[in-house]
Nanobody, 119 residues
Framework: QVQLVESGGGLVQSGGSLRLSCAAS????????MNWYRQAPGRQRELVAA???????NYPDSVKGRFTISRDHAKNTVDLQMNSLKPEDTAVYYC?????????????WGQGTQVTVSS
């Protein structure tokens, strides 16, 4: 089993910054990707940042240039630096780790951390 513990959410004013952290523990093997998703009330969960094995990153246009994902391989942690936050960034943010055990992929989720951006 894999456990993910997130930290760093909170309340911030529009234009401010927050840094989210996620620590993975347990049976960690062959990480395919480490991701951050978010879900706002009444909306579907959406990917906001991904970092795959090899270090390539991916962001949707809505956060590109404002959010930065980074990973510490030795500590099995993944961080999300969020700058220039907007009220529409308000959501519960979830850490996701995808492990590869061919032919299967296994997804693990954190408990979520609330990010609230006030206008």
């Amino acid at each position: 089993q894999v456990q993910l513990v997130e930290s760093g959410g909170g309340l911030v004013q529009s234009g401010g910054s927050l840094r989210l952290s996620c620590a993975a523990s347990g049976r960690i093997f062959n990480i395919a990707a480490m991701n951050w998703y978010r879900q706002a009330p009444g909306r579907q969960r959406e990917l906001v940042a991904a970092i795959i094995s090899g270090g390539r990153t991916n962001y949707p246009d809505s956060v590109k240039g404002r959010f930065t994902i980074s990973r510490d391989h030795a500590k099995n942690t993944v961080d999300l630096q969020m700058n220039s936050l907007k009220p529409e960034d308000t959501a519960v943010y979830y850490c996701n780790v995808r492990l590869r055990d061919p032919p299967r992929l296994y997804n693990y989720w954190g408990q979520g951390t609330q990010v609230t951006v006030s206008s």
